[in-house]
């Protein structure tokens, strides 16, 4: 019995180190635990948004959907983490829909190249 259960758990070992070292996988789990961790990065763009009167008149006040609205978002940061591309999920008083984010780190401070909220039925606000 205990050789049995060494086995199954090298194999298990092994087949995570491989699945890790192989694919992205291990690329994004620690992209979107810099997400978690970089809170001004999109609590900014969402105070930003906030600001903008086509948001306010299409969406209303914005806000984060949940706590999990980035990790069912995506990310993707340039090789040296200092341009990042953001979606997630967010709500608004009037109308829901998903914002998209780049981004780059200027001064250790993110600095926006683009924000921009949509909704499924078309409906698009871009802030440059």
Excluded at 46 to 55: M, T
Excluded at 113 to 121: L, V
Aim: glycine share 4%.
């Amino acid at each position: 019995m205990k050789k049995w259960l060494i086995v199954s758990s090298s194999l298990v070992i092994i087949l995570l180190i491989l699945a890790f070292t192989t694919t992205n996988l291990g690329t994004h789990i620690y992209n979107f635990a810099e997400v978690y961790a970089d809170e001004a990065l999109h609590e900014n763009a969402i105070h930003l948004a906030n600001q903008n009167e086509e948001v306010k008149n299409k969406f209303g006040k914005i806000d984060i959907k949940d706590n999990l609205s980035l990790l069912n978002g995506d990310v993707q940061y340039s090789e040296n983490h200092e341009k990042v591309s953001l979606t997630f999920k967010v709500t608004g008083t009037k109308a829901n829909g998903v914002m998209a984010i780049e981004a780059h780190r200027q001064n250790e401070a993110w600095q926006y190249d683009r924000i921009q909220i949509r909704t499924k039925n078309s409906v698009k606000v871009t802030i440059e």
